[in-house]
């Protein structure tokens, strides 16, 4: 079974530029989420989807962050304009709703570096 | 709000028992997951408590109380490849996670 798909893996940008990032769940998961995880510290939800609808974007920046799961499988998420403070990680996860463990089966994720 | 604290970081010897604990001021939840993180790899998910008590899997165990607000992960017959971070979430429905602050685990020969 194919995990979740990322890409790009790594990313460098100047800042003020737009950059996107790719998820591919696994197939079947009807929740998917994404995450910011800076250096050293724990993933941040940014917005978790079941299906095609946004459960819950409290966490996004909505000012520069923008995301889209269209047809309820493949998401894309968007920084525009990035900032500096925008370098980390940003990972994909998806899950079954009511797997009832806590479990999220999470991409490599997309290195970005602002400069 | 919602916190979930660490140690930042564990050193343990190859072959050992090591315990990395999890404290939280959260209520409501609906059980603790505990996940694992080698550097520049995705987050994989080792164990969950839905209950009080010990929730065993191969050498790793992982322990709720929630009067304490407590929980932890042990990991038993330590190996070089469990050096990696560690990371305690808190379940709040629909697979809902907040993550704590993670600790970095060392395993030396």
């Known amino acids: 079974e194919a995990g979740v798909v990322q890409s790009p893996r790594y990313k460098i940008i100047e800042k003020k530029q737009p950059v996107a990032f790719w998820c591919n769940p696994i197939?079947?998961?009807?929740?998917l989420y994404w995450y910011l995880q800076n250096l050293g510290q724990g993933p941040e939800l940014l917005i978790r989807y079941e299906n095609e609808e946004a459960v819950d974007d409290s966490q996004l920046p909505k000012d520069r962050f923008s995301a889209e799961r269209l047809k309820g499988v493949d998401s894309t998420l968007k920084i525009q304009p990035a900032e500096l403070g925008d370098s980390a990680v940003y990972l994909c996860?998806?899950?079954?709703?009511?797997?009832?463990?806590?479990?999220?089966?999470f991409g490599p994720g997309t290195r970005l570096t602002v400069t | 709000g919602q916190s979930l604290e660490q140690p930042s970081e564990v050193t343990a010897v190859e072959g050992a028992i090591v315990q990395i604990n999890c404290t939280y001021q959260?209520?409501?939840?609906?059980?603790l997951s505990w996940y694992q993180q080698h550097d520049g790899g995705a987050p994989t998910f080792l164990s969950y408590?839905?209950?009080?008590g010990l929730e065993e899997t191969g050498r790793f165990s992982s322990f709720l109380s929630r009067s304490d607000s407590y929980g932890y992960l042990l990991l038993q017959e330590l190996q070089m490849k469990d050096s990696a971070s560690y990371f305690c979430?808190?379940?709040?429905?629909?697979?809902?996670?907040?993550f704590g602050t993670g600790t970095r685990l060392t395993i030396i020969p």
């Open positions: 197939s079947g998961h009807n929740t």
């Open positions: 959260t209520s409501g939840f609906y059980g």
């Open positions: 408590n839905a209950l009080d």
């Open positions: 979430a808190v379940n709040f429905g629909n697979e809902k996670l907040t």
């Open positions: 996860a998806s899950s079954l709703v009511g797997s009832g463990r806590g479990e999220q089966y």
